[in-house]
């Protein structure tokens, strides 16, 4: 406020000066707060390399309950006989699965399934085991590898690997299934470190593994007769395709390498 002295010049007030003079100071800026011991452990353990140290202790610790237990051992001592019918298929189902997350060969389990359910039911059941173990190992891989590896991706081989299991996948697969030229669980992980899809991936398991897997079926169901036309078809089925993946491979192999 202005007050009139006596020689009519207006002043300013005492407090209207303190007023305009006093001028906001800013806020002191907030630093951000360290993060916490639990934060920093969770990254820890959420990141790329800690989940593959992870996958690959599990796949350790699955491959030495293998041997362990020698699954083989069902080849011998059959089913335990608490199981039957529809039941015992199932379960086997179930342990195959697992079995081929661990890395126990595939035609092992398919023979042990024929002979132990017969041609029929031991197809069936194989197959089951066979499209769950590769979901496993996919879901594993994908989940608890990809983000580690995918950057590791750099030599001529496994690019053009990488983009043929990228953008053709169910081919790719189909290819891999139908003719035993790489492994089950090889093609799993190379399959879930790649950018192909759940469906494709596992149509193409289910579809491309009935030939091999029925061939297998049906030696482990006639093998206590070995001259039966049955047992020496299903040799053929089995060695014809194992020919055919070894030519396809060398091919593949060339065409790889002009790439």
């Not at 596992?202 to 297998?216: D, E, F, H, I, K």
């Not at 007769?225 to 060398?250: D, E, H, K, Q």
């Amino acid at each position: 406020m202005l007050d009139a002295n006596r020689s009519g010049t207006a002043t300013a007030s005492p407090r209207a000066t303190a007023t305009e003079l006093s001028v906001p100071l800013p806020a002191p800026a907030l630093r951000p707060a360290p993060p916490g011991l639990t934060a920093r452990c969770a990254r820890a353990a959420l990141s790329p390399w800690s989940r593959l140290s992870l996958l690959i202790a599990l796949l350790g610790a699955a491959a030495s309950a293998v041997l362990l237990f020698h699954p083989q051992r069902l080849l011998a001592d059959g089913w335990p006989p608490q199981l039957g019918g529809a039941l015992a298929a199932l379960v086997f189902a179930g342990a195959y699965g697992l079995c081929t997350v661990a890395f126990v060969p595939r035609p092992l389990l398919n023979l042990a399934a024929g002979a132990l359910f017969g041609s029929q039911l031991g197809l069936g059941s194989a197959l089951a085991g066979t499209v769950l173990g590769a979901g496993v190992a996919f879901g594993l891989g994908r989940m608890l590898g990809q983000d580690a590896l995918r950057p590791l991706l750099r030599g001529r081989w496994l690019k053009a690997a990488d983009g043929q299991l990228s953008r053709h996948g169910f081919r790719s697969m189909m290819v891999a299934r139908l003719f035993p030229g790489v492994p089950f669980w090889a093609a799993n992980y190379c399959a879930a470190v790649s950018r192909m899809g759940w469906l494709p991936f596992l149509l193409a398991t289910a579809l491309g593994s009935v030939p091999n897997t029925a061939a297998y079926a049906v030696a482990g169901a006639r093998a206590s007769s070995p001259t039966s036309p049955a047992f020496l078809i299903a040799m053929a089925c089995i060695a014809v395709p194992a020919l055919a993946g070894t030519v396809v491979a060398w091919r593949k192999r060339h065409h790889l390498r002009g790439n």
